[in-house]
Every structure is written in structure tokens, then in C-alpha cells.
């Protein structure tokens, strides 16, 4: 792989892994969000 393919390669690479990152954290808060909310709820009634 010569250097221009390696500058063009390696910033899309990072792209993905920090949408993946960002995707993996982003559901982790969602989930944590949902269980306080549904807490929440159940202890309204």
C-alpha cells in the first residue's frame, strides 16, 4: 500500500470505528435512559 492509499485509507478507518464507538454509546445511554423512564412510570401508578 503506497502513501497516498494509506492517507485516504486510514481517515476513512477512523471515520468507522467512531461511528461504531459512538453507536455502542450512544445504546448504553438509550438503554439507561428507557429503564429510568419505565422506573419512572411504574412508580407513578
Known amino acids: 500500500m503506497d ?5 485516504s485509507f486510514a481517515p476513512s478507518i477512523a471515520i468507522v470505528v467512531a461511528m461504531l ?11 439507561g ?8 412510570a411504574t412508580n407513578a401508578k
Open 3 to 7: 502513501k497516498y492509499a494509506l492517507i
Open 21 to 31: 464507538v459512538m453507536t455502542g454509546v450512544g445504546i448504553k445511554l438509550l438503554k
Open 33 to 40: 435512559a428507557i429503564e429510568k423512564d419505565a422506573e419512572a
